[in-house]
Nanobody, 114 residues
Framework: QVQLVESGGGLVQPGGSLSLSCAVS????????MNWYRQAPGKQRELVAT???????NYADSVKGRFTISRVNAKNTVYLRMNNLKPEDTAVYYC????????WGQGTQVTVSS
């Protein structure tokens, strides 16, 4: 049984930083790319960042230069470091294992507000 457990969301002022973590149970973690998505109220879920099993990364234009995705395969964990946060970054953030496998975290709320 594969489970994804996220942590690290919260309330932060504009310009602040937060780090999210996603711990994955099971031994398949290092095989697959990991993704961070977000969904703001009334909007579709959007892909924020991707990291392959060997560490290649890709980012949405809206977060390039501000967000950093990383992973530690030995810990079965993927991270999202978010700097210079803006109110428009407010959303529920989800991690995903691979694509189309149906493995998602429960979501963690990030709120950027003064």
């Amino acid at each position: 049984q594969v489970q994804l457990v996220e942590s690290g969301g919260g309330l932060v002022q504009p310009g602040g930083s937060l780090s999210l973590s996603c711990a994955v149970s099971g031994s398949i973690f290092k095989i697959y790319a990991m993704n961070w998505y977000r969904q703001a109220p009334g909007k579709q879920r959007e892909l924020v960042a991707t990291i392959t099993g060997i560490g290649n990364t890709n980012y949405a234009d809206s977060v390039k230069g501000r967000f950093t995705i990383s992973r530690v395969n030995a810990k079965n964990t993927v991270y999202l470091r978010m700097n210079n946060l803006k109110p428009e970054d407010t959303a529920v953030y989800y991690c995903q294992l691979g694509q189309g496998l149906g493995y998602w975290g429960q979501g963690t709320q990030v709120t950027v507000s003064s």
